[in-house]
């Protein structure tokens, strides 16, 4: 089944926000592969974080990844108009298989 | 990096489809490749997954038995061959590169299936 993120967050320009990603010890607990995408409106998702914390060239310093336990996490500091997208986590559940999560839509406020 | 998708379009329950993807700007060969879906208005789901040599395949359960995904490692090219569809196979279909073992790096724009009569 999917990862558990949270519906919607949101806050203002500058400020920051933090979106979750829970799932158990066969995935996110068990492995530092978890990965978090962007998708705005009719494009496809764009990867923005990768084994937890690494960001790929282009992706700003204001997108960060962590992780504790069964939860990974995706914190947008600085937040600016362009963010407001949805947001995904996914990560290996073993034996080949990946999850994803329900998904978060961001609003700038 | 370019993953372009074609093949899509409107089938009949229990029909058959088969999508394509070319690739370019990467080494084919040095990445597992995989389709990803969405259905309209919902999120992202994982449908499988083809090692480099094809050596390992993985499908996800609400589409076992009924896909098939292959690659041709020479043209760039991976496939996924779609029998007796259902309704709820109606979706974008995104062609994706992983890293393995991590999930996808690369995504190609998408292709829309819609399976109705």
């Known amino acids: 089944s999917a990862l558990t993120q949270p519906p919607s967050a949101s806050g203002s320009p500058g400020q920051s926000v933090t979106i979750s990603c829970t799932g158990t010890n066969s995935d996110v607990g068990g492995y530092n592969f978890v990965s978090w995408y962007q998708q705005h409106p009719g494009q496809a998702p764009k990867l923005i974080i990768y084994?937890?914390?690494k960001r790929p060239s282009g992706v700003p310093d204001r997108f960060s990844g962590s992780k504790s336990g069964k939860t990974a996490s995706l914190t947008v500091s600085g937040l600016q108009a362009e963010d407001e997208a949805d947001y995904y986590c996914s990560s290996y559940a073993g034996a080949n298989n990946y999850l994803f999560g329900t998904g978060t839509k961001v609003t700038v406020l | 990096v370019q993953l372009v998708e074609s093949g899509g379009g409107l089938v009949k329950p229990g029909g058959s489809l088969r999508l394509s993807c070319v690739s370019s700007?990467?080494?084919?060969?040095?990445?597992?490749m995989g389709w990803v879906r969405q259905a309209p208005g919902k999120g992202l789901e994982w449908v499988s997954y083809i090692s480099s040599t094809a050596g390992t395949i993985s499908y996800a359960d609400s589409v076992k038995g009924r896909f098939t995904i292959s690659r041709d490692n020479a043209n760039n090219a991976l496939y996924l061959q779609m029998n007796n569809l259902r309704a709820e196979d109606t979706a974008v279909y995104y062609c994706?590169?992983?890293?393995?073992?991590?999930?996808?790096?690369?995504w190609g724009q998408g292709t829309l299936v819609t399976v109705s009569s």
């Open positions: 700007g990467f080494s084919f060969t040095d990445y597992y």
């Open positions: 994706v590169a992983h890293d393995k073992p991590n999930p996808p790096h690369y």
């Open positions: 084994e937890v914390v």
